[in-house]
């Protein structure tokens, strides 16, 4: 069957220093992939995605790296932040009838 | 928030009964989809729907049914509630191949 993975349930890192969350996926046939975060309480929020035709991009603080040879892809977090302590979680597009699959996420905890 | 509300926010009632959530959106999107979210599992697919009464079931569709009537509603059912309905449940347009969630509805039946 199919399924969207995180290796780490968990995460806790300094203030100041840089986060990284995986995530492994099982269908070499996604083509698209979307990491968001989710705040206690609140829905998810898109943070970035990336398409299966690139290997990395970036946005604001952040860059995705997806290395479709081992079906696994993994969210970078520059200069952690406290805001930042959330629940991060990919997931990815087969493309049929714009159905997603989640990953069941992983809590960052940011240290001041 | 994409212009998505979802209502109520929290409601609790007991087995059996039937329950409707509403979700509310305010931008014209075709697609929107309902979810829900339990510890340990990722967000599930309920059921979506691609344009008015044009609706699709997901992967965890037993026991719910969806109606939309307007573009702008998208209407979840649960029948007769049991116990392992109780979850968060939120709703969801596209933009492209982007989507956007609601705030949530925290249901629990007792």
């Given at each position: 069957g199919e399924s969207v993975g995180l290796h780490l349930p968990t995460l806790s890192v300094q203030e100041g220093d840089n986060s990284i969350i995986n995530c492994a996926y099982?269908?070499?046939?996604?083509?698209y992939f979307i990491w968001y975060k989710q705040e206690s309480g609140k829905g998810p929020q898109f943070i970035i995605d990336i398409r299966s035709n690139m290997d990395k991009r970036q946005g604001q603080r952040v860059t995705v790296l997806l290395n479709k040879t081992v079906k696994h892809l993994s969210l970078q977090i520059a200069a952690t932040q406290p805001g930042d302590s959330a629940v991060y979680f990919c997931a990815e597009n087969k493309y049929t009838g714009n159905q997603f699959y989640f990953g069941t996420g992983t809590s960052l905890t940011v240290i001041p | 928030d994409a212009g998505i509300t979802q209502s109520p926010r929290h409601k609790v009632t007991e087995t059996g009964t039937p329950v409707t959530l509403r979700c509310h959106q305010t931008?014209?999107?075709?697609y929107m989809y309902w979810y829900r979210q339990d510890p340990g599992h990722g967000l599930r697919l309920i059921h979506y729907s691609y344009g008015v009464k044009d609706t699709d079931k997901g992967e965890v569709s037993d026991g719910y049914s969806v109606s939309r009537s307007k573009t702008e509603d998208f209407l979840l059912t649960l029948e007769s509630a049991t116990s392992s309905q109780t979850s968060v449940y939120f709703c969801a347009i596209s933009v492209g191949n982007e989507q956007y969630f609601g705030p949530g509805t925290r249901l629990t039946v007792t």
């Open positions: 099982s269908n070499s046939a996604s083509d | 931008e014209n999107h075709r």
